[in-house]
């Protein structure tokens, strides 16, 4: 199974999924198509969850993403939560935010609400 890496631009994040159990999301999403954009993600944890390392770390330190993305975003955080439900991988999701950025917490904690997968919440300090 291979990698996928996209270099991010100043509308997709940055996305980084590799098969030994790292995945990362960073940047800003708000891609023209979410949904084009996602499907190849999607598709990737679909064929992850068959070959899931024992300990899966997420990492997902968004800026800011449009109502289309958060849509995206909950159908990862359910393809993870299928993984980690069938036993395959331990999956733990660091939901990056800064610190005065309350509207990016408040997401992070929804998303926690909604999804039954271990979430971190890591406050990033401004420098």
Known sequence: MDAINIEGT??????????????????????????EFYKPIIAWLDE?????????????????????SSKCILDVFKKLE???????????INWHY???DEDMLEAGEDYQAIINVPFKMVEIEEE
């Open 10 to 35: 100043p509308k997709t994040p940055t996305v980084n999924f590799n098969p030994e159990g790292s995945i990362e999301l960073k940047g800003r999403s708000i891609p023209e198509n979410s949904i």
């Open 48 to 68: 992850y969850n068959s070959s899931a390392k024992a300990d899966t770390s997420v990492i997902i330190q968004l800026e800011y993403f449009n109502t289309s």
């Open 98 to 100: 800064e610190e005065d």
């Open 82 to 92: 299928a993984i980690h439900n069938s036993g395959n991988s331990n999956i733990l």
